[in-house]
């Protein structure tokens, strides 16, 4: 519903053409919600939280 409130507020124009392009590229990439997050190109959906987010982002960092 906000995307589509978003269309309507935007012009015809440039902002909107964006919006639908991104919204698409999510869609291609598996994206049908959010919070999303794609760490080193690996889909990551935080069910736990920003605690989540954050143990995947260290545990990351521990093995570079």
Do not use: H, K, Y
Not at 22 to 37: A, H, I, K, Y
Not at 44 to 54: A, C, I, K, T, Y
Request: aromatic share 8%; glycine share 12%; with cysteine.
């Amino acid at each position: 519903e906000l995307l589509l409130l978003l269309f309507a507020a935007a012009d015809a124009g440039e902002l909107a053409a964006r919006v639908r392009q991104d919204m698409e590229s999510g869609l291609r990439s598996g994206v049908n919600g959010t919070p999303c997050f794609f760490i080193n190109g690996q889909r990551f959906d935080p069910r736990g939280g920003f605690e989540s987010l954050l143990d995947a982002v260290g545990q990351l960092v521990e093995r570079t």
